[in-house]
């Protein structure tokens, strides 16, 4: 079973940054698929960015740029930075993981293992 436990969410202007964190197993960072995910009010959850076993990294249009996933195995912690936020980044972010990944890397639908959620909201 893979826990993981996000933070860093918060309230900031347009144009501020926040970094979430999502702490977990060195077992998890080493072996799954890790992600980032977000689900904004009436909203189907979306991709946002992925990190393959292999360190590849994926990001969705919508944050290319401002985003960057990132994970430091010696504190078992997957990141977001996200940077230049905009209102409508406003959304719960979940960090989730998979062992096996087959298809579209920033589906939900094909991660098993996910964390409560942490609430970004952006004002303008």
């Known amino acids: 079973q893979v826990q993981l436990v996000e933070s860093g969410g918060g309230s900031v202007q347009a144009g501020g940054s926040l970094r979430l964190s999502c702490t977990t197993s060195e077992y998890a960072l080493s072996n799954y698929w890790m992600g980032w995910f977000r689900q904004a009010p009436g909203k189907s959850r979306e991709g946002v960015a992925t990190?393959?076993?292999?360190?590849?990294?994926y990001y969705a249009d919508f944050v290319k740029g401002r985003f960057t996933i990132s994970q430091d195995k010696a504190r078992n912690t997957l990141y977001l930075q996200m940077n230049n936020l905009r209102p409508d980044d406003t959304a719960m972010y979940y960090c989730?993981?998979?062992?096996?990944?087959?298809?579209?890397?920033?589906?939900?639908?094909?991660?098993?293992?996910w964390g409560q959620g942490t609430q970004v909201t952006v004002s303008s």
């Open positions: 989730a993981a998979d062992p096996r990944v087959i298809g579209w890397v920033l589906d939900p639908r094909l991660y098993n293992y």
């Open positions: 990190i393959s076993k292999a360190g590849s990294s």
